[in-house]
């Protein structure tokens, strides 16, 4: 079975120390909620897992995969709190964009994408002519196109209507259910399955 496997992580950030030998196993299927405190870290985890940023200590890996290895970050879908799309593209090039980076084909797969998360007429409509709801479901449908087995997602939620947080709920649970898994930050109540709490 593949497992996400965090062993004695810590992360300093300047004079700060955010965590210390933290340690967690995940296995596919399960949802990992990570609480605390603004400035506890819990971006900063996510970078860690998603290979963007380096720890002070520690090791993770996936199916015995080092991060920053070619096979662990093919598994590996992030997505940031801020919306990153470029306001001179329409909504699918965006998101053709978005999925290519992570080494996904696009196609007739981005259309139905966007239709999913409720952007369906908007295909052609430049993102700097959205709302911050809309733009979060641009990004948030390239979740309905990657192929990556782990989900690091800070924030999803914001900005979303009732609609939006629903769909993604559903999607985040699909997911998992097909045996991925998911870490996630959020200020907000979910019923999510499987959820575990993670506080820093």
Same mark, same amino acid.
């Given at each position: 079975?593949?497992?996400?496997?965090?062993?004695?992580?810590?992360?300093?950030?300047?004079?700060?120390?955010?965590?210390?030998?933290?340690?967690?196993?995940?296995?596919?299927?399960?949802?990992?909620?990570?609480?605390? %405190? *603004?400035?506890?870290? !819990?971006?900063?985890?996510?970078?860690?897992? &998603?290979?963007? $940023?380096? #720890?002070?200590?520690?090791? @993770?890996?996936?199916?015995?995969?080092?991060?920053?290895?070619?096979?662990?970050?093919?598994?590996?879908?992030?997505?940031?709190?801020?919306?990153?799309?470029?306001?001179?593209?329409?909504?699918?090039?965006?998101?053709?964009?978005?999925?290519?980076?992570?080494?996904?084909?696009?196609?007739?797969?981005?259309?139905?994408?966007? %239709? *999913?998360?409720?952007? !369906?007429?908007?295909?052609?409509?430049?993102? &700097?002519?959205? $709302?911050? #709801?809309?733009?979060?479901? @641009?990004?948030?449908?390239?979740?309905?196109?990657?192929?990556?087995?782990?989900?690091?997602?800070?924030?999803?939620?914001?900005?979303?209507?009732?609609?939006?947080?629903?769909?993604?709920?559903?999607?985040?649970?699909?997911?998992?259910?097909?045996?991925?898994?998911?870490?996630?930050?959020?200020?907000?109540?979910?019923?999510?399955? *499987?959820?575990?709490?993670?506080?820093?």
């Amino acid at each position: 079975m593949s497992r996400l496997i965090v062993n004695d992580l810590s992360c300093q950030r300047g004079y700060n120390e955010l965590f210390d030998n933290l340690s967690f196993e995940l296995s596919p299927g399960e949802i990992l909620r990570i609480s605390g %405190a *603004n400035g506890s870290g !819990k971006t900063s985890l996510l970078k860690i897992l &998603a290979g963007i $940023s380096p #720890g002070e200590s520690g090791n @993770v890996t996936f199916n015995n995969n080092p991060t920053g290895s070619i096979a662990y970050q093919s598994d590996i879908f992030y997505l940031g709190h801020l919306p990153a799309l470029s306001p001179e593209l329409h909504c699918k090039e965006n998101l053709d964009y978005l999925t290519q980076l992570n080494g996904n084909n696009t196609g007739r797969l981005v259309d139905d994408a966007l %239709a *999913n998360i409720g952007l !369906k007429n908007y295909k052609y409509e430049y993102a &700097a002519n959205l $709302s911050a #709801g809309q733009k979060r479901r @641009v990004v948030l449908a390239a979740l309905f196109v990657t192929q990556a087995k782990i989900w690091l997602l800070d924030e999803p939620f914001t900005a979303l209507d009732a609609d939006g947080i629903k769909s993604l709920e559903n999607q985040i649970t699909t997911h998992c259910e097909n045996g991925g898994l998911c870490i996630l930050t959020t200020h907000q109540d979910s019923k999510l399955p *499987n959820l575990r709490t993670l506080a820093l």
